[in-house]
Structures are given as C-alpha cells and as structure tokens.
C-alpha cells in the first residue's frame, strides 16, 4: 500500500529541444529547478541562475 505518489514531469515532449551542445533553449530556462511539488508551474520552479548549463563548461579554476 503505497501512501505518497511522486509526480512524473513528462520531458518527452521537449527532447527536440534538448540539444545540450549548442542548446537553442534560453539560458534562463535552462538554470529551473523543480523544488517544490505543485501542479502551478510558478510555485514548483526556481530560477537558479548560479548553476552551470548543459553543454557549458565552468572557466577554469571554478570546477567543483
């Protein structure tokens, strides 16, 4: 019996958009992060804009 269900984000839709070496995606769109659960897109996303991107390298010396 199984009490929480984990909402699933269908991507499948966007694949043609994730094209992670020269991403036609915005910058912006690229740094959300779902860090709530929430069926209103603007309460379950966050704009992280410190995160490197897909297809984008740190400058040397700020590797983690």
């Known amino acids: 019996l199984l009490r929480w269900s984990r ?5 499948s839709y966007s694949r ?8 036609s995606i ?7 992060v779902v860090t709530k659960l929430s069926q209103n897109f603007r309460e379950a996303v ?3 804009p410190g995160l490197p991107t897909p ?3 740190r400058p040397p010396g700020q590797e983690r």
């Open 7 to 11: 909402p699933i984000l269908d991507m």
């Open 16 to 23: 043609h958009f994730l094209d992670f070496q020269g991403s």
């Open 26 to 32: 915005p910058s912006s769109m690229k740094k959300l």
């Open 46 to 48: 966050t704009l992280h």
């Open 55 to 57: 297809g984008r390298r």
